[in-house]
């Protein structure tokens, strides 16, 4: 059974910065990508980063761009996101999911196993 389990969130000042931990359990991965999205209360569901497990292309929503690094670890099937200078617009609840290759990565709908969410706050 397919397990995503995300660490890392809490609270951080304005211009602080935090790493988001996934760590992936119960299949192989090497033809999926995996993805950080976030959801903000009354908000939609949304893309920030995503990385293919076999080559790390990656790609980024234009509001994180230059601020957040996704990186990925094969040996201890862990995905990371490392976010700088935050903003109180990045507080939300964020997940980890993972799709096959071949579909739009941008599409929540398109993935097909999530975590739970870890919460990031950022105070003004």
């Known amino acids: 059974q397919v397990q995503l389990v995300e660490s890392g969130g809490g609270l951080v000042q304005a211009g602080g910065s935090l790493r988001l931990s996934c760590a992936a359990s119960?299949?192989?991965?090497?033809?999926?990508?995996m993805a950080w999205f976030r959801q903000a209360p009354g908000k939609e569901r949304e893309f920030v980063s995503a990385?293919?497990?076999?080559?790390?292309?990656?790609s980024y929503a234009d509001s994180v761009k230059g601020r957040f690094t996704i990186s990925r670890a094969n040996a201890k099937n862990t995905v990371y996101l490392q976010m700088s200078s935050l903003k109180p617009e990045d507080t939300a609840l964020y997940y980890c999911?993972?799709?096959?290759?071949?579909?739009?990565?941008?599409?929540?709908?398109?993935?097909?196993?999530w975590g739970q969410g870890t919460q990031v706050t950022v105070s003004s």
């Open positions: 999911a993972s799709q096959q290759l071949g579909l739009d990565p941008r599409v929540p709908a398109t993935y097909n196993y």
């Open positions: 119960g299949r192989t991965f090497v033809n999926y990508r």
């Open positions: 990385i293919t497990w076999s080559d790390s292309t990656t």
